[in-house]
């Protein structure tokens, strides 16, 4: 699956997902800047005797393993950290993230957001909202993009600026402000 269908992958690299539904509804008309990727992961390493790619990523029971294969390559999306010497440290932040192998799933983030939301619509703040307007402090758990941005954050070379929830628009902004760029499909 991975080299007929990819360029050439590396640790590192973050992974999207298009998203589906009430959440990708929720994201299209309420958080901008706007995407339909919803889902997000790191790359690890590549399995040349499968023509696989190891993913690390968080799921609802936590951040787990898997692999590329698990999603179609017609849903994703892929991009780079915009690095001088992105190959190498790639694979710090891919191994970065297995230091938060047992981490859960953080399902208080989303109600955190859920009352961020309110708290905006009360204090008279109309949708489309930035995620910087959202309240956001780090902890153990992680939720999808959180754990993708973390990988990076963790080794000293955030794709999220310090104090932003990690959502998918923040990486929007990131590849509209060049700090990831977008590899497949090719732009």
Request: glycine share 8%; aromatic share 10%.
């Amino acid at each position: 699956m991975g080299t007929e269908v990819f360029p050439k992958l590396y640790p590192g690299d973050i992974a999207a997902t298009r998203g589906s539904g009430l959440q990708l509804w929720l994201n299209q008309k309420c958080v901008t800047p706007k995407t339909d990727r919803l889902h997000f992961f790191v790359m690890g390493d590549y399995l040349p005797w499968d023509d696989d790619y190891v993913i690390l990523e968080s799921i609802s029971k936590g951040i787990t393993v898997g692999r590329l294969s698990f999603y179609r390559p017609e849903d994703l999306e892929i991009y780079r950290v915009n690095i001088e010497n992105w190959k190498e440290l790639g694979k710090k932040a891919a191994a970065e993230l297995t230091k938060h192998g047992r981490a859960h799933y953080d399902h208080l983030l989303v109600a955190k957001l859920a009352l961020g939301v309110l708290l905006l619509l009360l204090r008279g703040k109309k949708p489309p909202w930035e995620p910087m307007q959202f309240p956001y402090g780090r902890d153990a758990k992680f939720i999808c993009s959180e754990a993708a941005a973390e990988a990076w954050r963790g080794i000293g070379h955030p794709v999220i600026p310090k104090g932003v929830v990690p959502l998918a628009s923040t990486f929007v902004q990131a590849l509209q402000e060049g700090r990831i760029r977008k590899i497949f499909p090719k732009p």
